[in-house]
């Protein structure tokens, strides 16, 4: 059953992980929640989502669904794989943030240690809930996706440069729509990368051996209606 579940080889499978996806990705979103209630700058791409939000007097998922599917839409003209978990990522993710700033759950901090203190809860989360949401094994997010692309096609630059690259122009983007930049934005920018590794060691995941299955593979499997 394990195996069968990792390699999405049935429509049950697939199910399963589509499921394991969905609720991980909705615990992300309470991660990025604290991120933003730590009140001293969004993460890059936050920045961006919370500047379009501003700007056009939406949710803040609303913005960030639309950011995510016009990356979705840039992935597939670069013709990068896409997979069912992406579409997730496009639409939990973001409508999660809400469901929370609904809530009230946590206030906007008001104290820079304790903000820090939240800040750093928050990438945890989004770590962990990473590593639940990529052993479903239906795709990586939209902007990783974007990242992989941009890097096969500047092979002369480092993989960590480009990302600098990426999320500099997502910040730059989202500060002149009157995104919040600070302190935060630039813990998420540098700190969430060590924090991810940290966390997937004490679970001893390798992300670079999870096998992907794209959109066309999980069609032909679900068609097939295989049990």
């Known amino acids: 059953m394990i195996r069968e579940l ?4 049935t429509a ?4 399963m992980n589509m499921l394991i996806a969905a609720v991980s990705l909705f615990v992300n979103g309470f991660g990025i929640y604290l991120t933003i209630q730590a009140n001293i700058g969004a993460g890059p791409w936050d920045v961006l989502s ?4 501003r700007t ?6 609303n913005a960030s669904i639309a950011v995510s599917l016009t990356i979705l839409l840039i992935d597939v003209m670069l013709k990068e794989p896409i997979g ?3 579409f997730i990522d496009a639409v939990v993710v973001g409508k999660s943030v809400d469901f929370f700033n609904w809530t009230g759950m946590v206030k906007p901090c008001s104290s820079m240690p304790v903000s820090v203190i939240v800040m750093f809860a928050g990438l945890v989360i989004i770590a962990y809930t990473q590593y639940a949401y990529m052993i479903a094994s239906l795709g990586c997010g939209p902007r990783d996706t974007l990242l992989v692309a941009l890097s096969k ?10 990302s600098i690259m990426l999320l500099g122009t997502a910040t730059f983007t989202g500060w002149l729509l009157g995104g919040p930049v600070g302190l935060g934005t630039v813990i998420c920018a540098f700190g969430s990368g060590p924090v991810m590794q940290a966390a997937f060691r004490t679970v001893g995941f390798d992300a670079t051996k999870v096998n992907h299955q794209n959109l066309i593979e999980s069609a032909a499997v679900l068609l097939k209606r295989k049990e």
């Not at 049950?12 to 199910?15: G, M, T």
């Not at 096609?153 to 480009?162: A, D, S």
């Open 12 to 15: 049950k499978a697939i199910f």
């Open 153 to 162: 096609r500047m092979k002369r630059i480092p993989i960590g440069l480009v």
């Open 84 to 86: 069912i978990a992406m």
């Open 6 to 9: 990792k390699e999405n080889q």
């Open 50 to 53: 919370l500047g379009l939000s």
């Open 56 to 61: 056009l007097g939406i949710l803040y998922g």
